[in-house]
C-alpha cells in the first residue's frame, strides 16, 4: 500500500474474473465506495479514460480479466476501511478476496467521465446531457451535468431508475412536479435534486454526509439555473414539516437504519422512492417500511431494484 495521508481519497484495487466481477463491485459498494471503475486488466496502461465508470443499464461486459477500483472519502483511515471491507465480504457471504490500497492519483477527471457520459433520455421529454455537448432536445427539460467526483451521472441503474421515476409523466407535461417540495437523501451529484426542480419542483433539499457531494451539487445546481430553489447541506438541515417526494440513492444498511426518520420527512400520500439496493434486499425493505408506507410493484434493472409508496 502507498503512504496514505489523512487528507487522501482512498481507492481500492481488487483483480476479477468478468464472472466474479458483479459481485465484487456489491462488495465494494457494500462497504463504502462512493463509485466504483471497471478497468480492462490487460491494458498494460491502465488507461481511466477508456474505463467503464458507471455501466449503461444492459451493457455487457466484454473484458475476461477485470480490475474495479473502488473511491472511497477522504477521512477514511485505512484500519477503518480495511474493517468495512471485511465486514461487507461477511455480510455477502464472500471469501475475502485479495485487494490493494493506494491514495488516488490525480488525473484528469473531467476528461474521463467526458469520454463515457453522452446524452441520456428519461421519460418523453426529459434528458441528462454532459456539460459541452449539444442538447438532442432543445425543446425537453434538459439537466446539464458535470459530475466531478461525485456518484451519480445517470449511466449507472440505481440512478437511472430514479429519473425515469422523476421523468415518467413528461408526456403530458413538462412540469409534472409542479409546486412539489421535494428531499433527495444522499444527493451525490446533485442530479436527482436539480432533475426535481427542472420538473417543476418548488423547493427540493438536498443532503449527503459527503462534502464533495454537497459542491458537486451546488456546482451542477448553478450551471442549470436552479440553485436558487435548492437548499443543500449535510442531513441535519431538514426541517420537521414533510415533503412530497422523498428520495433516496442510497445503500441497503442506512435505508434500513433511516426508516423511522425517513417517514417522518414525507407527508401523509406523499411518495418516497428508494434505490441502491439488489433486488433480494427489496423483502426486507418492505417489512420494515411498511408499517407507515404502502408499497407500488417494485422496479428492477440489471439486479437493482427501486421501490416507491405512499405514506399512509
Not at 437511472?160 to 413538462?174: E, P, V
Not at 442506512?254 to 428508494?274: C, D, E, I, N
Request: glycine fraction near 8%; include cysteine.
Amino acid at each position: 500500500m502507498s503512504t496514505v495521508k489523512t487528507e487522501d481519497w482512498l481507492e481500492v484495487s481488487v483483480q476479477s474474473t468478468k464472472q466474479a466481477a458483479e459481485s465484487l463491485e456489491e462488495w465494494l459498494f457494500e462497504a463504502g465506495a462512493l463509485s466504483v471503475t471497471l478497468l480492462d486488466s490487460h491494458d498494460d496502461d491502465n488507461d481511466l479514460t477508456h474505463a467503464v465508470l458507471e455501466p449503461v443499464p444492459g451493457e455487457v461486459r466484454l473484458w475476461q480479466s477485470v480490475t474495479l477500483v473502488g473511491l472511497f472519502a477522504q477521512n477514511t483511515s485505512p484500519d477503518e476501511l480495511q474493517t468495512a471491507l471485511y465486514l461487507s465480504a461477511a455480510v455477502l457471504g464472500l471469501a475475502m478476496p485479495a485487494y490493494q490500497v493506494d491514495p488516488l492519483v490525480e488525473r484528469e477527471w473531467s476528461r474521463t467521465w467526458m469520454d463515457t457520459f453522452k446524452p441520456l433520455q428519461f421519460g418523453a421529454r426529459f434528458w441528462i446531457c454532459p456539460t459541452g455537448q449539444s442538447v438532442p432536445d432543445p425543446d425537453a427539460i434538459n439537466l446539464r451535468l458535470d459530475p466531478g467526483l461525485a456518484f451519480g451521472t445517470g449511466t449507472h441503474a440505481t440512478t437511472a431508475q430514479c429519473l425515469s421515476w422523476l421523468g415518467r409523466h413528461t408526456t403530458d407535461s413538462l412540469q409534472p412536479l409542479s409546486g412539489c417540495r421535494v428531499i433527495d437523501y444522499g444527493c451525490g451529484s446533485g442530479v436527482l435534486a436539480i432533475g426535481a426542480l427542472l420538473l417543476g419542483a418548488q423547493h427540493v433539499w438536498a443532503v449527503d454526509i459527503d462534502e464533495q457531494a454537497l459542491q458537486a451539487t451546488r456546482n451542477n445546481a448553478q450551471h442549470n439555473g436552479v440553485a436558487q430553489r435548492l437548499i443543500v447541506g449535510q442531513p441535519d438541515i431538514l426541517g420537521a414539516q414533510p415533503v412530497d417526494i422523498l428520495l433516496a440513492n442510497i445503500l441497503f444498511k442506512p435505508l434500513m437504519g433511516l426508516s423511522s426518520t425517513l417517514a417522518q420527512l414525507v407527508k401523509p400520500g406523499g411518495h418516497l422512492v428508494l434505490s441502491g439496493i439488489l433486488e433480494g434486499q427489496m423483502d426486507p425493505l418492505r417489512l420494515r417500511y411498511n408499517d407507515s408506507f404502502v408499497f407500488e410493484p417494485g422496479l428492477s434493472r440489471d439486479g437493482w431494484a427501486l421501490m416507491s409508496a405512499i405514506r399512509r
